[in-house]
């Protein structure tokens, strides 16, 4: 999960700020569930795409 938040707000939101939000999991996790049922949001469009997003994810440790 967290790799999904790095890799979806890394350079756009700024660690700081990152670090304030508590509702990070929440909303990585209604993000992913609304790409897998097709509704894409800027985050990850920006990122090209939900396979690129989690493939980009799991190459991190």
Do not use: C, H
């Not at 890394?10 to 990070?24: A, D, N, T, V, Y």
């Not at 790409?35 to 800027?42: H, M, V």
């Amino acid at each position: 999960m967290k790799n999904l938040y790095d890799v979806l707000f890394e350079g756009q939101i700024p660690s700081g700020m990152r670090k304030l939000f508590k509702g990070q999991k929440q909303a990585v996790d209604e993000i992913m569930r609304r790409a897998a049922e097709g509704t894409e949001s800027e985050w990850i469009a920006e990122k090209g795409g939900l396979e690129e997003v989690l493939n980009f994810s799991s190459q991190r440790s």
